[in-house]
T-cell receptor
């Protein structure tokens, strides 16, 4: 079945450090890929997305590129801030049609803590 | 536009009691999802609806769980009787095929944290 594997956390960085959170996926079709972020005590928010191979999603300084050949969607940020401390979830969706629409399959989540 | 609204935000109850969680999706969205989040299992899809009709409830853990969507603006998730292992954060999310152009993006509520003693 479809699955998402994220690098295990927690990840602890100093402010202004470079961030990479690895994400790989297994899917039977051509999924859309997402990164969601969950700040303490809040629900999940969409951070960025990519809907086809080689697309790059970006938002708030974060980027991720849809790599079909390596089935990956790694999240990167060049300089993290304390306010980026949160849990990050990689997810996939098989998108339109049938009973798969909108069903997100999530990775386990990676806790990021950024220290001043 | 208001986001997905869930209530209660926190619920503490005793084992055996009935629990009802409520959700108001974003107006105009035709898909509604219930997810459960625990440390052990992460985020699990319990059930989802399209146009108020349950489409896939294969994630509902057992008969103690039930979900309804009587109209486009309201859904409930009920646990009866509740057990300590049901303690989790329950998220409601909504989406629209038209708005998201079939990408499957979901909009989440802030969650209901359930503690069963």
């Amino acid at each position: 079945g479809d699955s998402v594997t994220q690098m295990e956390g927690p990840v602890t960085l100093s402010e202004e450090a470079f961030l990479t959170i690895n994400c790989t996926y297994t899917a039977t079709g051509y999924p859309s890929l997402f990164w969601y972020v969950q700040y303490p005590g809040e629900g999940l928010q969409l951070l960025l997305k990519a809907t086809k191979a080689d697309d790059k999603g970006s938002n708030k300084g974060f980027e991720a590129t849809y790599r079909k050949e390596t089935t990956s969607f790694h999240l990167e940020k060049g300089s993290v801030q304390v306010s980026d401390s949160a849990v990050y979830f990689c997810a996939l969706s098989l998108g339109a049609g049938g009973t798969s629409y909108g069903k997100l399959t999530f990775g386990q989540g990676t806790i990021l803590t950024v220290h001043p | 536009d208001a986001g997905v609204i869930q209530s209660p935000r926190h619920e503490v109850t005793e084992m055996g009691q009935e629990v009802t969680l409520r959700c108001k999706p974003i107006s105009g969205h035709d898909y509604l999802f219930w997810y459960r989040q625990t440390m052990m299992r992460g985020l699990e899809l319990l059930i989802y609806f399209n146009n108020n009709v349950p489409i896939d409830d294969s994630g509902m853990p057992e008969d103690r769980f039930s979900a309804k969507m009587p109209n486009a603006s309201f859904s409930t998730l009920k646990i009866q009787p509740s057990e300590p292992r049901d303690s989790a954060v329950y998220f409601c999310a909504s989406s629209s095929r038209g708005l998201t152009r079939n990408t499957g993006e979901l909009f989440f509520g802030e969650g209901s944290r359930l503690t069963v003693l």
